[in-house]
């Protein structure tokens, strides 16, 4: 084992075997990052990539990344340079993202924000809604022209349920008073720790349900639990295609909890030329509630991919 | 676009594309894991009573769940790689460490001597007779690391599409297509069965000594993980699987 | 940022010691999906690496199915059992069985297989029938062995099961999935706390167990 030759021969073997494997690393780092460079955005080297171009983000629903790439296919019409970051995850995340400048770009829904920001908040009007945002939003964020689109969360009951409580689309969230203590609400992680969620729920309706299921924003599971009683009440968003489909039944909101859902992007300032913004505005003023429920459905249920949905919109809007 | 290989627009990539970020994303953490628990395996095997510190420490970090450690790093490296890199590289350190240390030890001390005898100095020894001892175990801790480390990159996928071949699961669940689920699942699967082929392949060229073939009938080359002779490391290996 | 600061906040926060979400709630629950899963996998880990390990034949197909397990990626399965079979404990139970069995199988396997031939042959001499010397002679001797594969199978099970709470599952990786979409580091270290305390108190079971039923003569000559 220790005679010369074998040794010699082994060791060849070995800086053989490392000269392969380091040259397969050498590979593996170069030839990858290149293709990485250029489409994931790395946040600590964000600062660099969005000093030339434009970060769209997106939340991780499928309305969200749709809404991500109209913004972004409008900006690239307009000429300027465009680098995407969907899925990211919630609200919570996302938010931060902005404000460290690792995203430029991110659709929003304006009751939702303001929640997040306010708890307290009540405004009656879209205009009232926008001025409390930005009377909170951090000095470096602001929002653009809100769309007439809205998507809302809403307290929505499955058929069985809706039967057994004699409840209607004119039922409102109040009538499950009784009821709550019995049921079953499902929702993504995050809707249980915020205003306009569970806490609201309790404070606003005096809504204490049974337990809580944390499922996802408004997505498969949670129509899934929905469908199989596994929860019978679920936070669904009302451009779902599915609440038809199904028979859900989504409760009146009379004290506007889930208050405006207007689609709305926020920018981070500075970062946006005014043609950006222009361009932002023109998305917005186009598009409305039937429009997105329209444009969900394509994405949703016949399944085509949000990018050639939101080019193709945007073109018979005369924007792309 | 319903298509096995057609990806949604918002993965940026091809299925190609996914793949060598899930290898980039899988592999380097292991090669880092090596290099960082070749020193530490050798301190452990010169200075004993440090063996089971480390041993202990590693155990109780290998306990955290990946996806805690993939969010506890968001605030330090953000949403990045990196982010899912740094977990990956410490779990491969847990089977690697152990792995090198019993491989070292198992080299004989009438061999150890002889080589002293020859005038081989600590570090030569070291690297032209213990370290090719060793390589049967510490390939054997390789596989285990590669394997597990292929597997656990999908999960990335929760902190923001940093998961590679796993960012087609949240997409399969968003846009109802199972199919990119199931192509997520076997892509993955078949890229860690292929890394650890490669890693038979690698000890068969590194330890042309070793009876290979012989004993046993042909097939099955790739799947030999119990079997192949003087492999101490295997079943005590099994524990540290994740 | 100090982690330990998230602990103290998480555990002295009595909210997190009752109802639904509760610590004790979530603990039991993913102690419940762990037993489920290890009794699974080791009814069918432990039989065929026994009797594959007595007759001393199929190993490469075993080390092949190991191979082949250990390459399913837990998360992706968990999600597409989820699509497939839709939402419940079935979907979180077929990944965790999946990775469980290949370290049983294995160590089950090589442990039967390394025992000390003679007394096996011994004991044939005697006229003692196969399942007997299967259970009477290699199954003492192969214990310590058998309990090491399953502990290893058991703290995959304890981190893994973490994941189950992303399809909408209980159990303690609630807090941690929770706490990431609602940006609460309290929750995510707290749980991640709960897990690995929950790995290592599998370990120190194991060691109980080892202790209590390996025989004094094996253990000394192991």
């Known amino acids: 084992m220790t005679s010369h030759p074998k040794n010699s021969r082994s060791s060849t ?30 946040p600590l080297t964000g600062g660099g990539a969005s000093g030339d171009g434009v970060v769209v983000g997106s939340n991780n629903f499928a309305e969200s990344i749709l809404l991500a790439d109209i913004y972004g296919e409008a900006l690239k019409a307009k000429g300027i340079k465009v680098t995407y970051k969907p899925n990211i995850g919630s609200r919570e995340t996302t938010y931060g993202l902005l404000k460290n400048g690792s995203i430029t770009v991110l659709p929003e829904y304006n009751g939702a924000l303001l929640a997040y920001l306010d708890k307290k908040a009540a405004p009656k009007t879209v205009e009232a809604t926008t001025a409390a945002i930005n009377s909170k939003l951090d000095p470096n964020l602001t929002l653009l022209q809100p769309a007439p689109a809205q998507d809302k969360d809403s307290v929505t009951v499955n058929a069985e349920t809706a039967k057994k409580y004699h409840l209607t689309g004119q039922s409102s969230i109040a009538d499950l008073k009784d009821a709550a203590k ?10 249980q720790a915020r205003q306009q969620g569970l806490l609201g729920l309790k404070s606003v309706y005096g809504l204490q349900f049974k337990s809580f299921k944390a499922l996802d924003a408004g997505g498969p599971l949670t129509q899934e639990a929905l469908k199989k009683n596994t929860v019978q009440v679920a936070d669904v968003f009302t451009t779902d295609p599915t609440i038809a489909k199904e028979k859900f ?52 249920a016949q399944k085509k991919d949000p990018l050639d949905v939101a080019k193709a919109w945007l073109k018979s809007a005369g924007l792309g | 676009m319903s298509g096995f290989f057609d990806l949604p627009s918002d993965l940026q990539h091809s299925w190609l594309g996914l793949i060598g970020l899930h290898l980039r994303e899988a592999l380097l953490p292991v090669l880092a894991g090596l290099l960082v628990s070749l020193p530490i395996a050798q301190l452990c095997v010169r200075f004993r009573w ?64 002889a080589a ?47 998961g590679a071949l796993g960012n087609l699961l949240n997409d399969a669940n968003i846009y109802h297509r199972p199919e990119l689920a199931v192509n997520s699942v076997v892509t993955t699967a078949a890229l860690a069965i292929l890394a650890d082929a490669a890693l038979v392949l690698v000890r068969r060229l590194l330890t042309p000594w070793m009876p290979h ?20 490391a295997v079943p005590a290996l099994e524990d540290t699987v994740r | 940022m100090n982690v330990l600061h998230f602990v103290n906040a998480f555990f002295s926060d009595s909210a997190h010691w009752h109802g639904y979400d509760g610590i004790p709630t979530r603990l039991i629950q993913h102690i419940r999906y762990c037993l489920i899963a290890l009794v699974l996998a080791a009814a069918i880990g432990l039989p065929v690496g026994l009797v594959t390990g007595h007759y001393g034949r199929g190993g490469n197909a075993l080390a092949f199915i190991a191979t082949a397990g250990r390459a399913l990626p837990s998360f992706g399965l968990l999600v597409l059992m989820t699509i497939m079979v839709g939402f419940g404990l079935v ?31 011994a004991a044939r001499g005697m006229g003692m029938q196969e399942s007997r010397i299967l259970f009477q002679v290699e199954l003492p001797v192969a214990l310590p062995l058998i309990l090491s594969g399953l502990r ?71």
Request: with cysteine; charged share 15%.
């Open chain 2, 213 to 232: 073939g012989t004993r046993r009938r042909a097939p099955a080359e790739a799947a030999d993980a119990a079997e192949a002779g003087p492999e101490p």
């Open chain 3, 91 to 121: 979907p979180v139970m077929v990944p965790l069985v999946v990775l469980a069995v290949p370290p049983i199988l294995v160590t089950s396997y090589e442990s039967v297989r390394s025992v000390d031939p003679s007394p096996v042959d």
């Open chain 3, 152 to 222: 290893s199978g058991a703290i995959q099970i304890v981190s893994t099961a973490t994941i189950a709470a992303y399809v909408g599952i209980g159990g303690l990786g609630r807090y941690v999935i929770d706490g990431l979409y609602q940006r609460d580091y309290e929750k995510v270290v707290g749980g991640a706390t709960l897990v690995a305390a929950l790995a290592l108190a599998t370990l120190a079971v194991f060691w109980a167990v080892a202790r209590c039923t390996v025989s004094p003569g094996v253990r000394r000559s192991g």
């Open chain 2, 50 to 113: 440090l063996y089971a510190p480390v041993l202990g420490l590693t155990t109780v970090l290998y306990a955290i769940p990946s996806l805690a450690f993939f969010v506890v790093l968001i605030d330090y490296t953000g949403q990045t790689e990196l982010t899912v890199m740094i977990p990956l590289a410490v779990y491969s350190l847990v089977v690697l460490v152990p792995a090198i240390v019993d491989g070292v030890r198992s080299v004989p001390q009438e061999t150890l001597a």
């Open chain 2, 116 to 162: 002293t005898a020859m005038g081989f100095g600590p570090v030569r020894r070291y690297v032209q007779v213990q370290l090719p001892i060793a390589v049967p175990a510490i390939i054997a801790g390789l596989r285990v690391a590669t394997v597990s480390s292929i597997s656990l990159v999908s999960v990335g996928m929760l902190i923001g599409n940093q």
């Open chain 1, 182 to 191: 019995d049921l079953v609400f499902g929702g993504s992680p995050e809707f």
């Open chain 1, 249 to 300: 039944v989504v409760l009146q909101d009379p004290k506007n909890l889930f208050g405006f859902e207007n689609v709305q992007p926020l920018v981070r300032k500075g970062k946006l030329s005014q043609k950006g913004v222009d361009a932002l505005n023109a998305v917005s003023a186009k598009l409305d509630t039937a429009t997105l429920l329209d444009l969900d459905t394509q994405v949703q």
């Open chain 1, 13 to 42: 073997r070995l800086t053989g075997a490392a000269a392969v494997a380091l040259a397969t690393v050498a590979a593996l780092v170069t030839g990858c990052s290149s293709s990485s460079d250029n489409t994931s955005d790395n």
